[in-house]
């Protein structure tokens, strides 16, 4: 069996949502001290609707899928619902990782809340 699922390699490839968002409503910055890969994502919400979401990962190429798949998942979806989003959905979604890989996935879940605990603070809104 191959390490990589293709949906890995086609995101890794072709991650979708690459970029900044200006004026983002919530941004969240995480980083792994083990491997130094850092991941930033810019959440647009609108109505407690989550409309663009893009990143920006200097990271292996796991960690790229990973942000790739998980703003796919989470744009047009209530900020309570991408609240919910777990590693394991991503892996998941992505058909898979590698163990020594899934940390990647982690990256873009703690990205996803910290961009969340963002907007909420600058809405003055409790979680
Ligand atoms: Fe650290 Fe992938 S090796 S994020």
């Known amino acids: 069996m191959a390490l990589y699922s293709e949906k890995v390699m086609d ?3 072709n991650p979708r949502n690459v970029g ?12 792994n001290a083990k491997c130094g890969d850092i991941m930033e ?5 609108d109505n407690d609707i989550i409309t663009d979401a893009k990143f920006e990962t200097f990271g292996c ?6 942000s790739s798949m998980a703003t796919e998942m989470i744009k047009g979806k209530p900020v309570s619902e991408a609240a919910q989003l777990t590693n ?10 590698p163990p020594q890989k899934i ?22 809104e409790s979680k």
């Open 20 to 31: 900044v968002i200006e004026n983002a409503d919530g941004v969240g910055k995480v980083g």
């Open 103 to 124: 940390h990647c996935s982690v990256l873009a879940e703690e990205a996803i809340k910290k961009a969340l605990d963002d907007y909420y603070q600058k809405n003055g």
């Open 88 to 97: 394991k959905a991503v892996t998941e979604a992505l058909d898979g990782l």
């Open 61 to 66: 190429g796991s960690a790229i899928a990973s």
């Open 41 to 45: 994502i810019y959440l647009k919400i």
């Open 11 to 13: 995101h890794f490839r």
